[in-house]
């Protein structure tokens, strides 16, 4: 049972795109939504995260859309550089059960 | 600060033999996990620790076992290793919301 779907897989966009990941959950559980960042080689950092009680977060050329009632949510990148080609997972967050489910990640390829 | 600390790094290991790894979080982090990442399977939990002295299984927990004698430290252990473990084992914890990743363990079962 998989409780978060993201997509698309992969995606290749031009330098200056910008890329959209999304996914949707499903357990109203969750109540904290982070965003990761994996290089080749290196284990996932935290991007970015949104609370429910927010529709959008921005930072820096990152931004969280959330719609709660659709129960989705997604990462944009502004002006993709090729430096940001990793693979992207979302999670969600039960922080009273102190666990995270994430989904299965989005490889981005930004080309110069 | 170091935040979170996995050690080996790299190892290889023969079929049936055993061999601990070892998480140091410097966060003061109730929660700890340990994953396994495998090509196009994402992040699978194996096990899981709430609090010092407590651990739980994740989905993927066959073959595996995991203490928390301190609060700092989550040893996830193989005791007779099998190629199918052959696998990037990444540790994290976390307060409430988010996690820290270590730079991960590439184990190679032979």
């Known amino acids: 049972q998989q409780q978060v779907k993201q997509s698309p897989q992969s995606l290749i966009v031009q330098k200056g795109g910008i890329p959209i990941i999304n996914c949707a959950y499903e357990?109203?559980?969750?109540?904290?939504f982070p965003w990761y960042q994996q290089f080749p080689g290196k284990g996932p950092a935290l991007l970015i995260a949104?609370?429910?009680?927010?529709s959008e977060k921005k930072e820096g050329k990152f931004t969280i859309s959330f719609n709660k009632s659709a129960k989705q949510f997604s990462l944009h990148i502004m002006d993709s550089q090729p430096g940001d080609s990793a693979t992207y997972f979302c999670?969600?967050?039960?922080?009273?059960?102190?666990?995270?489910?994430f989904g299965d990640g989005t490889t981005l390829t930004v080309k110069p | 600060n170091a935040g979170v600390t996995q050690t080996p790094k790299f190892r290889v290991l023969k079929t049936g033999q055993s061999m601990t790894l070892l998480c140091a979080q410097d966060?003061?982090?109730?929660?700890m996990y340990w994953y396994r990442q495998d090509p196009g399977m994402g992040l699978r939990l194996i096990h899981y620790?709430?609090?010092?002295?407590?651990?739980a299984k994740g989905e993927v927990p066959d073959g595996y076992n995991v203490s928390r004698l301190k609060k700092q430290n989550f040893l996830l252990g193989l005791e007779s290793a099998a190629p199918s473990q052959t696998s990037v084992y990444f540790c994290?914890?976390?307060?409430?919301?988010?996690?820290?990743f270590g730079s991960g363990t590439r184990l190679t079962v032979v």
């Open positions: 949104i609370r429910p009680d927010v």
């Open positions: 999670a969600a967050d039960n922080t009273n059960a102190g666990k995270s489910t």
């Open positions: 994290a914890s976390s307060r409430a919301g988010g996690y820290t």
């Open positions: 357990n109203t559980a969750f109540d904290y």
């Open positions: 966060m003061n982090h109730e929660y």
């Open positions: 620790s709430v609090g010092e002295g407590t651990t």
